[in-house]
């Protein structure tokens, strides 16, 4: 049978992703000591309160009918938490569950856009920014990240033509995979950047929880008149642990949030009720764990960022989010090629730039996955490989 696939399916080949996981398997079934920085997953545990929450429940044979939606006292936790942490009001019809930020990122742009409506991504950005638009017809702007700017967009320099035709516009701080944060006068010329243009804002706050140095996680939506213009996707992913959980909320302008809710409900049943009593117990529990959890990624991002520049590499401390941004050494042109040759010649892995936009080419992204003490000896594995030019200023 000649069976004949979409033609949207052209743009998805086998990613990068997958191709480096081989090439670890295939390192480690040789017996080589691998150290996997490449994908964000947690390795350190839920708070006992957040797991004994979702046990119980799931030992009620009716927690497991259709949710067909959240509960009550959800929306009553999302609440409290947005007031008393970023300052931020929100009503109980602002507020909607998802599971998980990239499936809400990746359907959001169906209930806003049309085939051909422009959606304004960063570039460099976290691929499902671009791809969920692209799923459902819309034209991709990529608007530029560049380090002279502290990766933070010109809005001054997109085309007012341009500016006019978009729908949506993706925004995402700390952004993974640059490792930045926004100040809050950005979020101001945000702001009024979409009331100018009429774009609906998607900002991704998923890593306003993990920030070093003492900087202070932010919502969006604490601008007067965010909330006019978007909306922001917040998860519990990162900050509380609960990553295969995938319950994360998409707050703010009522609007969108009643016709994505609209959308989702021919297409999702609702998060699974004892999921939903962990994030209550997550959200209203005692929150020293996230602290705790803060200082622990601190501790692995200097033991990777400053031992790499001990050893000679150039490479930036992270101001948040679980990963570090790093320029690839000199002598090297591809950060694919650059990938391959770390991992074979030192068990390092990590990710290439060029997964993340034509503009992330040059560099790599370190996951902050394993412990400080794993993170040194990567470090001297990296030291002790040669891969390194003697005197190496990238």
Same mark, same amino acid.
């Given at each position: 049978?000649?069976?004949?696939? !979409?033609?949207?399916?052209?743009?998805?080949?086998?990613?990068?992703?997958?191709?480096?996981?081989?090439?670890?398997?295939?390192?480690?079934?040789?017996?080589?000591?691998?150290?996997?920085?490449?994908?964000?997953?947690?390795?350190?545990?839920?708070?006992?309160?957040?797991? !004994?929450?979702?046990?119980?429940?799931?030992?009620?044979?009716?927690?497991?009918?259709?949710?067909?939606?959240?509960?009550?006292?959800?929306?009553?936790?999302?609440?409290?938490?947005?007031?008393?942490?970023?300052?931020?009001?929100?009503?109980?019809?602002?507020?909607?569950?998802?599971?998980? +930020?990239?499936?809400?990122?990746?359907?959001?742009?169906?209930?806003?856009? *049309? &085939?051909?409506?422009?959606?304004?991504?960063?570039?460099?950005?976290?691929? @499902?920014?671009?791809?969920?638009?692209?799923?459902?017809?819309?034209?991709? =702007?990529?608007?530029?990240?560049?380090?002279?700017?502290?990766?933070?967009?010109? %809005? *001054?320099?997109?085309?007012?033509?341009? !500016?006019?035709?978009?729908?949506?516009?993706?925004?995402?701080?700390?952004?993974?995979?640059?490792?930045?944060?926004?100040?809050?006068?950005?979020?101001?010329?945000?702001? $009024?950047?979409?009331?100018?243009?009429?774009?609906?804002?998607?900002?991704?706050?998923?890593?306003? *929880?993990?920030?070093?140095?003492?900087?202070?996680?932010? +919502?969006?939506? +604490?601008?007067?008149?965010?909330?006019?213009?978007?909306?922001?996707?917040?998860?519990?992913?990162?900050?509380?642990?609960?990553?295969?959980?995938?319950?994360?909320?998409?707050?703010?302008?009522?609007?969108?949030?009643?016709?994505?809710?609209?959308?989702?409900?021919?297409?999702?049943?609702?998060?699974?009720?004892?999921?939903?009593?962990? $994030?209550?117990?997550?959200?209203?529990?005692?929150?020293?764990?996230?602290?705790?959890?803060?200082?622990?990624?601190?501790?692995?991002?200097?033991?990777?960022?400053?031992?790499?520049?001990?050893?000679?590499?150039?490479?930036?401390? +992270?101001?948040?989010?679980?990963?570090?941004? =790093?320029? @690839? &050494?000199?002598?090297?042109?591809?950060?694919?090629?650059?990938?391959?040759?770390?991992?074979?010649?030192?068990?390092?892995?990590?990710?290439?730039?060029?997964?993340?936009?034509?503009?992330?080419?040059?560099?790599?992204?370190? !996951? %902050?996955?394993?412990?400080?003490?794993?993170?040194?000896?990567?470090?001297?594995?990296?030291?002790?490989?040669?891969?390194? &030019?003697?005197?190496?200023?990238?």
């Amino acid at each position: 049978m000649d069976i004949r696939f !979409a033609q949207r399916m052209d743009a998805f080949q086998p990613g990068i992703f997958n191709v480096l996981d081989e090439k670890r398997k295939e390192l480690e079934a040789a017996g080589r000591q691998v150290y996997n920085l490449s994908v964000g997953t947690p390795d350190v545990p839920p708070d006992d309160h957040v797991m !004994a929450a979702l046990v119980g429940k799931a030992c009620h044979p009716g927690e497991y009918r259709y949710s067909l939606g959240d509960l009550p006292e959800l929306h009553t936790a999302v609440q409290h938490w947005y007031q008393r942490r970023y300052g931020v009001t929100l009503a109980a019809d602002e507020i909607m569950s998802v599971n998980g +930020s990239q499936e809400g990122l990746a359907h959001i742009a169906w209930a806003l856009c *049309d &085939p051909g409506d422009v959606v304004l991504c960063p570039n460099p950005g976290y691929p @499902i920014f671009a791809v969920g638009p692209e799923l459902c017809g819309a034209e991709i =702007a990529y608007y530029d990240l560049l380090p002279e700017r502290h990766y933070l967009p010109d %809005l *001054d320099a997109i085309d007012p033509a341009l !500016a006019r035709r978009a729908k949506m516009m993706v925004v995402s701080y700390p952004l993974n995979p640059v490792c930045v944060t926004a100040p809050q006068s950005f979020y101001e010329e945000l702001v $009024a950047f979409a009331k100018r243009y009429n774009i609906v804002i998607v900002h991704d706050n998923a890593y306003s *929880d993990i920030l070093f140095d003492g900087r202070e996680g932010r +919502s969006f939506l +604490s601008v007067p008149g965010a909330k006019d213009v978007g909306v922001e996707l917040n998860s519990l992913s990162k900050t509380y642990c609960l990553t295969g959980c995938r319950v994360s909320f998409v707050v703010g302008n009522r609007d969108v949030v009643k016709k994505f809710s609209t959308l989702r409900s021919q297409i999702d049943y609702g998060v699974f009720y004892p999921i939903q009593y962990a $994030a209550i117990a997550a959200l209203e529990g005692p929150q020293d764990g996230v602290a705790r959890r803060r200082a622990g990624y601190q501790a692995r991002r200097d033991a990777l960022c400053g031992g790499l520049r001990e050893i000679g590499w150039n490479v930036p401390d +992270s101001e948040g989010t679980m990963f570090a941004w =790093a320029p @690839i &050494p000199k002598g090297f042109d591809s950060s694919v090629d650059f990938c391959f040759r770390l991992l074979e010649q030192t068990g390092v892995l990590c990710t290439p730039g060029s997964a993340f936009g034509s503009l992330g080419e040059g560099y790599v992204r370190f !996951a %902050l996955v394993l412990p400080p003490e794993r993170m040194q000896a990567a470090v001297a594995a990296i030291r002790d490989s040669g891969i390194l &030019p003697l005197s190496n200023h990238s």
